[in-house]
């Protein structure tokens, strides 16, 4: 199935994906929180207006997974690692990894040269995902989601 993913900007079109495969796993754990509902309901002026990217894992049309690359204004940060979602139906089989690897390259290709995300540690594949792609847990930075017990960083 690996092989037969395509990883492709964000459009319009994906809108509806976008909000449901991340609402999906953040109610299945947490709560949805007022940072979700800002740039879940409209990740356009969120994070595609704001200098941000989301890419778009696709399984034939289907949209299987997500992920964002969020400007950051802070002075070690240059984007946020967030909203990696993958079709629950289908986890496990790589495609987190590949869009974890293409929101990288796409970092890399706009000169970034650290990446930060945050997480919770009850979610253990997602972590154990982090750590394969080269980030490290760091400490001290505030966070606006009351899940957070992780943070992350990846000198590029």
């Not at 953040?26 to 200098?51: A, G, T, V």
């Not at 400007?71 to 790589?94: R, T």
Request: hydrophobic content about 40%; overall charge negative.
């Amino acid at each position: 199935m690996k092989n037969e993913i395509t990883i492709t900007p964000y459009i319009s079109l994906y809108q509806d994906d976008f909000r449901i495969l991340n609402e999906t796993w953040i109610k299945r754990y947490f709560k949805m929180e007022d940072s979700d509902y800002k740039s879940l309901l409209n990740p356009q002026e969120y994070i595609i207006d704001n200098d941000g990217h989301i890419l778009v894992a696709l399984y034939n049309t289907k949209v299987v997974g997500v992920c964002a690359l969020i400007k950051m204004d802070h002075p070690l940060f240059d984007y946020e690692l967030a909203k990696m979602a993958v079709d629950s139906s289908i986890q496990g089989k790589g495609i987190g990894f590949l869009l974890g690897q293409a929101i990288i390259d796409k970092a890399k290709s706009l000169n970034a040269k650290n990446l930060y995300l945050e997480s919770n540690t009850i979610l253990e594949p997602a972590i154990n995902l982090y750590y394969k792609l080269g980030f490290k847990k760091i400490e001290g930075i505030k966070s606006p989601y009351e899940r957070c017990n992780i943070q992350m960083e990846l000198t590029l």
